[in-house]
């Protein structure tokens, strides 16, 4: 495998060598000094068409202590405002020598039609509506960690799954490791070819929560709304609005997760996001290890 474009591409024994690797890698960061020297020779570009927080820095963190040189860019601020397409732009970058390119669009398929034209190694950060793989990889990764397994697990995404490609990654990483898969949401929300991924369809987030081990709660995503929804926001809380109160009174400990960025007061209260319950920040600090893996495993096949 060249690229990382998607799950869906991959295979379940694929994902078990980045979990390993990632492993090995977060034992590294738990050390005083917490860097490896394994890609001192290879120099990559962040490349980044819509906003982040949380992949970007972990992509540059997880780079950094790899030892590759790096640099980002932002098509806010850059050339692209002048009109620059999407492959001028990677091919100018390429030309600096640079092996690997990391990188966020809001195009499904962006990173797709890249891996067509370019011969560097492509990382997909997110491509709109479509996949968001080394999301999914640190989702997974941390359900492993807090409840030894993937596999037998029972997992609901809940939310905007219609505009998510959180949701997507997940639900092909999730099946591949043998998890249980269900989401939960408005049916506007859901895709209406939802029933062919082989998930369970759920409206009601009382009995989705009853169901599941883990409940991954996802943002609602005005960006990518091209048109008013039903429900407007406080429809939404209203009625899968997770608190503390609904998860303490059930009759058994589930995980909460959430990728980031919280909505808080939406989908998710204050009090359920900062409770026992929640994994979010153990998520985030996944991140790093899972993204050099990826990065490692890449750069080990050029
Ligand atoms: N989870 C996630 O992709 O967050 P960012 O958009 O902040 O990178």
Redesign the pocket.
């Known amino acids: 495998v060249r690229h990382l474009l998607g799950i869906k591409d991959i295979t379940a024994e694929d994902i078990q060598l980045i979990f390993e690797t990632a492993d090995n890698f977060k034992d590294v960061l738990n050390r005083p000094i917490k860097k490896v020297p394994s890609m001192r020779d290879i120099t990559i570009a962040n490349v980044f068409f ?9 992509f540059e963190l997880a780079e950094k202590r790899l030892s590759a040189d790096v640099i980002n860019f932002s098509s806010s601020g850059s050339s692209v405002k002048k009109g620059e397409t999407l492959l001028d732009t990677v091919n100018n970058i390429l030309a600096m020598k640079v092996d690997m390119i990391v990188m ?1 669009h809001s195009s499904p398929g962006a990173p797709h039609f890249l891996s067509r034209h370019i011969d560097a190694n492509i990382v997909n ?2 491509d709109g509506t479509h996949e ?1 793989p080394t ?1 999914a990889l640190l989702d997974s990764f941390s359900i492993r960690e807090k409840l030894g397994e993937v596999a037998g697990k029972k997992v609901v995404i809940i939310g905007d799954i219609l505009h998510s490609r ?1 949701a997507l990654s997940n639900i092909f990483a999730l099946q591949k490791l043998g998890a249980e898969v269900m989401v939960c949401g408005p049916v506007t929300l859901l895709p209406k070819y939802i029933k062919e991924l082989g998930v369970k369809v759920e409206f009601d987030v009382r009995k989705a929560l009853a169901w599941c081990d883990v409940a991954n709660v996802l943002r609602i995503q005005l960006e990518r709304q091209q048109m008013k929804y039903f429900p407007s926001l406080r429809e939404y809380t209203l009625y899968y609005g997770i608190d503390k109160k609904m998860l303490d009174s059930l009759d058994k400990e589930i995980v909460l997760m959430h ?3 919280i909505n808080r007061g939406v989908e998710l209260s204050s009090d359920a996001a900062d409770s026992h319950h929640s994994i979010i920040l153990n998520q985030v600090e996944n ?1 790093v290890a899972i993204r050099m893996a990826v990065l490692y495993l890449l750069a080990s096949k050029q």
């Open positions: 819509e906003n982040s927080t949380r992949t970007r820095l972990s966020r950060a997110g968001h999301q959180v990728p980031g960025p991140g």
